[in-house]
Every structure is written in C-alpha cells, then in structure tokens.
C-alpha cells in the first residue's frame, strides 16, 4: 500500500490543524493505521493510531485529549486533527500502515510508511 500524508504547515501555538494520509495501490480497510512524528534532532514518536473500522484508538499520552486519530474506509483516507497545538508539537508528521492484529506503539510494527508533512506550531 502506498501512502501520501498533506495537510502541514504554519500554525500559531494554541491553534489546529489536520494532517491527511491517504492510501493507495491495495484495499485500506484491513490496516491498522497510525501517526508518529519526528522532530529535528530526535527520534521518531508515536502519536496514535486506529483499529481497522475505528472503533478503536489509542495516544501517546503527549497529545491524549488535543489530538484525534479517524478514519473514512471509504475514502480510503486516515486523519489527524490537532487542537491546542504547542510549539514542541513541530515535527515531520508520518501516517504509517500497519497489516497486522492489534495496534503497536512502535515504529518497527508498521510496514508501510508515507513521505511525511511538516507541521510548524510558532509561538
């Protein structure tokens, strides 16, 4: 599966944005999905991710209650809407697929990986 993340860019601390990850080349549905980030200098973070229908997710307790993993099968399309953004939240934003039962925190558990889109929080 083939995955392409948008929706970055400049943001004041304090406001929103949401990241798109839409997949492609093979059918979305049967994938777990997740966000993880990396911020210059540091290693690749996990954010969150979803089960295969959405009914179920999971955080990073750094963005538990300002982020909001979801995804549209239809569309074929995982997002991630952030709220309250902080200026520690700048970091490359990847979506990342996972063919697999049960959701993982690491990145080693995900096979398939989007190009990235840099989210920029100023203060």
């Known amino acids: 599966v083939q995955l392409q993340a948008s929706g970055g860019g400049l943001v004041q601390a304090g406001g929103s944005l949401r990241v798109s990850c839409v997949a492609s080349?093979?059918?979305?549905?049967?994938?777990?999905m997740g966000w993880f980030r990396q911020a210059p200098g540091k290693e690749r973070e996990y954010i969150a991710s979803i089960s295969r229908s959405g009914g179920s997710t999971d955080y990073a307790d750094s963005v538990k209650g300002r982020f909001t993993i979801s995804r549209d099968n239809a569309k074929n399309t995982v997002y991630l809407q952030m709220n309250s953004l902080k200026p520690e939240d700048t970091a490359v934003y990847y979506c990342?697929?996972?063919?697999?039962?049960?959701?993982?925190?690491?990145?080693?558990?995900?096979?398939?990986w989007g190009q990235g889109t840099l989210v920029t929080v100023s203060s």
């Open positions: 990342a697929a996972r063919w697999a039962s049960g959701t993982s925190r690491t990145s080693g558990g995900y096979s398939y």
């Open positions: 080349g093979r059918t979305f549905s049967p994938y777990y």
